[in-house]
């Protein structure tokens, strides 16, 4: 097997494995050292450029997700799914901290409910789970960050994709994403239609 994790050097053996490991150790390290119950380990096997085994874990809340490719997505052993929710105006909005303000900036977002969140992993497993709507970052991501969750939040019956509407791809040369969306299919797409219009009016 190959490696890549967020805290060792890129020895490049991903590309000359079948299979790597993705690990982010500490997934929302400003929770972390907050005291916040908001961080995870986050662990994917990708096999080539796309994920079959994902595994994220919160320490705080003792929250275990589990996936594999084509045999669905669990918590604590527990099946789960995204919800079925239909209206963008209807949606809690995870984002980090620091996105909240310009997530604010836009109109479409006005009487939306917004939820202040670390760690991009735990907030796609919460979608994944139901619990949140959907998980928004306008910032830059790195395989580690997203490759776990993006398998739980498929094998949950949702989606995860740039806030432009491009599928996300693993194992590139640069380990750069350029930004992420993630919910049920059609709440994403009527969300990535959105701030497509939001960019185009500027």
Do not use: H
Not at 66 to 79: L, T
Not at 154 to 166: H, L, Y
Not at 175 to 187: D, F, M, Q, T, W
């Amino acid at each position: 097997y190959g490696w890549l994790s967020e805290e060792s050097l890129d020895d490049k053996s991903r590309y000359e494995c079948e299979n790597f490991w993705c690990l982010d150790p500490i997934d929302g390290t400003r929770s972390y050292i907050y005291g916040k119950p908001e961080y995870t380990i986050s662990l994917a096997l990708i096999n080539g450029q796309v994920p079959i085994l994902g595994f994220i874990y919160n320490p705080n809340t003792e929250e275990f997700f589990f996936s594999k490719k084509n045999s669905g997505s669990f918590c604590n052993e527990k099946k789960i799914n995204v919800n079925k929710k239909r209206k963008l105006n209807e949606c809690l909005i995870a984002v980090s901290s620091s996105e909240k303000k310009k997530l604010e900036s836009l109109n479409f977002f006005s009487d939306k409910k917004i939820l202040k969140m670390g760690s991009i992993a735990y907030k796609i497993a919460l979608v994944a789970k139901g619990k949140i709507d959907i998980a928004l970052s306008f910032t830059k991501k790195n395989d580690w960050d997203l490759a776990a969750s993006d398998l739980l939040i498929n094998e949950a019956g949702g989606e995860i994709k740039s806030i432009t509407g491009e599928k996300i791809n693993y194992n590139t040369s640069n380990l750069k994403i350029n930004s992420v969306v993630a919910g049920n299919l059609e709440i994403t797409s009527e969300l990535i239609n959105n701030l497509k219009k939001s960019n185009e009016s500027k």
